[in-house]
């Protein structure tokens, strides 16, 4: 079971987690709870690193930061031994989770589980703070901001766990954004490369990572709301959403999820900024130009569309970067210019990527063109398209966001049915 | 040196430690740093463990409050850094500081200082978190409130260091509180026993333990000011009270402090409570009955005057305990009236324990004597006394506690020469 820090937000909320916990306990079974920090501890840690140094030690940041999921796990399990259940924390190094030693953004290596699976054993709780880890030489290391559900999935992969339930905000994954669509269903079940692709653009439900890590070590995730009633019962019969391997999806569909569609969600993203470079010399090495520096910035290249060569062996490239990092990629063409041979770079930070993804794309033509048509048919221009196996994306005039995603909505056939009908 | 949690309360402050560290390496030595948590973080992480379970589980309460000197230890590491200073935390547990299991009030076992060595003779300033430490199956400790200051002395012992600078509130110890007396005197040097003593009987300028340690190990402690400016020069230079052995100190006499007088200091404590149990009786036995509940419940009794006999074979015990522990105290002797035969139970919380201490006394008769004379001449009553080989304690009421101290502190020629004199 993992909790976000809203839940463990103070006293009562973290009295109201060990409740939720015990009762999964109750119902039997052997509990690993992972926690994030208190919401708005991690931030006012990491204000107090910056104010010591602009340029810190990510080191030290670890040391510092780390310290406010260590509160919350010591709280938590006060608060299950105070209901009468035995339950002791695991901070990172004790376990210990080794990591690299990337500090601030370290990956998890392994996981002892030996001492934990031991405890489990003989009915105690193990509370574990989310986020952090050991480095071979002893130190602290955090996995970077939301490492918390890569820590639940990568422990419950340690101790096998049957589920990995994620409470959070929101009561699971929908087919979209419930702000823009009031129609907007929750999904029973996601595969892991659905939500991959549902995390890549947009939809904050999972840290992506945690999402590849389930898949990688085929961890069954639930995700849940923390903001069920105290009395409710255990998460066993509280629909969530699963997050599933391909073949597992096919025995849920089965029992749970008839109404199934080919398209299983829709996500815009507003954070995607638009980099045309006109004129581009159609020569060997050309593209490598533009993209090398942004790579070696570590800047996150996304759809990559270049024209047609035209007759004077030039050529437009357009590209698309996180917008945060629109001003560095603005900088780094410019200083390349001469290097590239460009003639102008034109920039659009008002764009929006819309996806649609489903699995079942794999197996069905069409969903591309019905796509563009539904777009096409409501006069919302496509500026550039970038497809996966799964996942058809466009980018689109970010004003056109909300029509967009609900004109999709319809056309794919997701829409809630009305609850009179 | 060591910093406590006043002068680690925010970035302004912890940038002005980071300094006065950085300018006693720059003054050629290597060192390591004892911090405390920011002031007020350890009360609220504790009201968190308060509010979870009132009957708080003490290992995992030192997961919690350990959290606050982890978070200023890396901070502190991050601002020296900044100042372009070489500089790391080592935590409890990374040392590791080695203690006994018994949580939220162990005791420092050894201290492993070999990598802490080898870093400082890298050039590397050490941060070390005060108030926690490691038992032996791996879990965290913490010493009990103030026991940074423990920290400190048993990391420069184990260390070796010439000196253990602790920075406080107060820029020394003075012949008395300065609050009663204006005229009171920043001693130059004190002895580790006189510091005990004063420390015993209500003198906060550093906690009981470290003294008692600082004595054991033979560290030479240095009390000063954090408040000094930010240009002063390094604290070899700074006079704060040297805290020493009986032989360091005539050194130090001859050099700075002719005016040493007989009496080091005079202490008020007026967290005393009187218990008085009448017509006891007088056989053998009847004492311990009185004396060991309230040892087995860990009540600290100090004071004990048991009058002479009368013709009856009765006699009235009086003696003092901790003010927070009377109503205790009380109870488990209302339990034992039968058991101890007394005939009634007299208690009084408004006393004052006035103490007089000083090495001088073991050589010089008298002290005793004159302090029952100007305490009589002024019309104060004594209601008890109790003697060690460098200190004279007496009970007195507490609303006469300023007017006995003033006295007393006249009356062995404490009080500062008029600067015009």
Chains 1, 2 share one sequence.
């Not at 999935?153 to 087919?175: E, L, P």
């Not at 939500?195 to 890549?200: D, F, Q, T």
């Not at 507003?270 to 159609?282: F, G, I, M, Q």
């Not at 034109?346 to 777009?375: C, N, P, Q």
Request: contains cysteine.
């Amino acid at each position: 079971m993992k909790f976000g820090g809203t839940s463990m937000a103070g006293t009562e909320r973290i009295r109201r987690v060990a409740r939720i916990v015990q009762r999964q306990q109750a119902a039997g079974h052997e509990v690993a709870v992972v926690v994030s920090a208190m919401s708005g501890e991690t931030d006012r840690l990491v204000n107090f690193c910056r104010e010591a140094d602009p340029l810190y030690d990510p080191a030290e940041y670890d040391v510092v930061v780390a310290a406010g999921e260590q509160v919350t796990s010591g709280l938590l399990a006060m608060h299950l031994q105070a209901l009468g259940s035995k339950a002791r924390s695991w901070l990172g190094w004790q376990l210990p989770i080794h990591t690299d030693d990337a500090h601030a953004k370290a990956r998890i290596e392994s996981i002892d589980s030996d001492a934990l699976l031991a405890s489990m054993a003989a009915g105690e709780i193990a509370v574990i703070p989310g986020f952090q880890g050991l480095t071979g030489d002893n130190r602290i290391t955090t996995l970077g901001r939301g490492g918390s559900d890569t820590s639940a999935v990568a422990v419950a992969a340690a101790i096998k766990a049957d589920r990995c339930d994620i409470y959070t905000d929101v009561d699971g994954v929908y087919t979209t954004d419930p702000r823009i669509v009031a129609k907007a269903r929750k999904l029973k079940s996601v595969t892991y490369e659905e939500m991959l692709e549902l995390a890549s653009v947009g939809s904050k439900v999972l840290q992506t990572r945690s999402v590849g890590l389930a898949m990688k070590e085929g961890v069954r995730v639930q995700v849940l709301s923390s903001f069920i009633d105290d009395d409710a019962p255990a998460a066993d019969t509280i629909p969530g959403t699963m997050i599933v391997s391909d073949e597992e999806l096919a025995k849920f569909q089965e029992g749970l999820d008839m109404e199934r569609q080919l398209i299983t969600g829709i996500a815009a993203d507003k954070n995607e900024a638009k980099v045309t470079l006109t004129r581009v010399p159609d020569r060997p090495g050309a593209v490598a130009a533009i993209f090398s520096p942004l790579a070696a910035a570590n800047i996150n290249v996304d759809m990559i569309i270049q024209n047609i060569a035209k007759d004077k062996g030039e050529t437009d490239v357009t590209f698309t970067v996180p917008g945060a990092d629109l001003a560095r990629t603005q900088a780094l063409l410019e200083g390349q210019k001469e290097a590239i041979g460009y003639y102008r770079m034109i920039s659009d930070g008002k764009v929006a990527k819309i996806s649609v993804v489903g699995v079942g794309m794999k197996s069905h033509a069409g969903v591309a063109s019905t796509m563009f048509r539904s777009l096409a048919d409501r006069g919302i221009n496509i500026q550039a398209i970038s497809t996966s196996e799964i996942k058809v994306s466009v980018l689109i005039d970010e004003d056109e966001t909300e029509l967009a995603v609900r004109v999709l909505h319809t056309a794919y056939g997701l829409d809630a049915k009305d609850e009179a009908a």
